[in-house]
């Protein structure tokens, strides 16, 4: 019987074969590795010129004349349910937030009412509101907390407000502000973008931006700064392309990207 010998599925490759020695095939070639990328200090980005007093009073000046009496967008009936309408649109929108609470709120406009409700009630009444299930347990958490503290009372000041649950510095200030009248600075996204973007109040997070807005703005404009600048950054310097052609203080804002279009100047 002849000698059958077993083939190599690849032995020219300089694979090693079923014998175990290597084929005396060619070597693959050596594949010279990639260069570096020269590394160095990166560029800070080149910082923007500041406002003077005189420019920030005359954007104000210009929302005021546009809009004299801004309100916000979240339908309530007394500070209480404002209150709940703001911690409610953590991570919504006012149109999501309206929509649920005119069902929630002719049931329940107070503290009170809102625990007679029940947790299980309230959370089917939001659930088109995302993080509904927490929101829900933060809603009956902060109405039984008014309750045993401060007599079913929404409290008039920042700390006592921050104590309650789902309730944050910037939910404080739209509650003091709206509500109350003070003349706080709440900054959400719109506002956030607009302050960097602007150049009007740059800072890396929301506290830097309300402190330097409040370095800057005149007094007798603080009231309704933070609705003008939400509504402009709602509607006007939106976050994917701004709209500078129609923007009030384009020739006052210093990004550097800004339409080509945007106006020239305004009747001051």
């Known amino acids: 019987m002849a000698k059958v010998t077993t083939k190599s599925a690849v032995s020219s490759k300089g694979l090693i074969t079923p014998s175990g020695r290597k084929s005396p095939g060619k070597s693959a070639p050596k594949v010279s590795a990639k260069p570096k990328a020269k590394t160095g200090p990166l560029k800070k980005p080149k910082a923007l010129k500041p406002w003077s007093e005189a420019e920030v009073t005359k954007a104000f000046s210009r929302f005021r004349r546009t809009n004299p009496e801004p309100k916000g967008e979240l339908e309530h009936i007394n500070p209480y349910t404002l209150l709940v309408a703001v ?6 929108t006012d149109v999501g937030v309206n929509k649920a609470t005119r069902n929630l709120f002719p049931l329940a406009d107070t503290p009170q009412k809102m625990l007679e409700l029940g947790e299980d009630r309230v ?15 933060n809603v009956i958490a902060l109405s039984e907390k008014l ?25 404080a200030n ?8 003070e003349p706080t600075i709440a900054v959400d996204t719109h506002l956030f973008r607009v302050g960097n973007r602007t150049g009007l109040a740059p800072g890396k997070n929301p506290l830097e931006v309300e402190l330097g807005l ?12 933070h609705h003008w600048l939400i509504l402009h950054g709602r509607y ?33």
């Open 147 to 171: 309750l045993a503290e401060y007599g079913g009372e929404v409290p008039r000041n920042r700390e006592a407000l921050e104590t309650l649950p789902g309730v944050g510095r910037k939910t």
């Open 123 to 137: 959370r089917e009444l939001i659930k088109t509101i995302g993080l509904y299930r927490n929101k829900a347990r």
């Open 174 to 181: 739209v509650v003091l502000n709206i509500a109350f009248g």
């Open 214 to 225: 409040e370095r800057i703005i005149p007094s007798e404009f603080k009231r309704h700064a």
């Open 236 to 268: 006007t310097c939106i976050a994917r392309k701004p709209l500078c052609e129609r923007c009030i203080i384009a020739d006052l804002c210093r990004w550097p990207e800004k339409s080509a279009l945007a106006v020239s100047g305004q009747p001051d």
């Open 87 to 92: 911690a409610l649109s953590a991570q919504a």
